[in-house]
């Protein structure tokens, strides 16, 4: 995402739905995955627009939060710096690998 599409996103919300705060947002992004997940699991092709939607409901939830474009993008670079460090498991049974904690 490029910081215009992120500053269009948190502008084109704020006018829409001015009373959402990032905890609404939050909520609905759940809402959100869990409509992403039916669509892979019954292999809905379309499944992109739930991606979009996922990504526009995170970023307007991080903007309410306070966040710039460029405060997302350093955090993005310092989680990954941190994953990029770390010793990962093996997958458990849904395929999901989590960091060995030390």
């Known amino acids: 995402m490029i910081k215009e599409q992120f500053e269009h996103i948190s502008d084109w919300q704020t ?7 990032a905890l609404s947002k939050i909520v609905h992004l759940k809402q959100e995955v869990q409509e992403l997940e039916a669509d892979i699991r019954s292999g809905n092709i379309e499944r992109r627009l ?16 306070g966040m ?35």
Not at 15 to 21: E, L, Y
Not at 50 to 65: N, R, W
Not at 71 to 89: F, L, Q, S, Y
């Open 68 to 102: 710039s474009y460029q405060d997302i993008t350093a955090c993005i670079n310092e989680k990954m710096r941190i994953n990029e460090n770390r010793v990962w498991g093996l997958p458990d049974e849904n395929g999901v690998v989590n960091h060995i904690k030390s």
């Open 15 to 21: 006018k829409t739905f001015g009373q959402a705060t």
């Open 50 to 65: 739930e991606y979009a939607d996922c990504f526009i409901l995170l970023f307007g939830a991080a903007s309410s939060d």
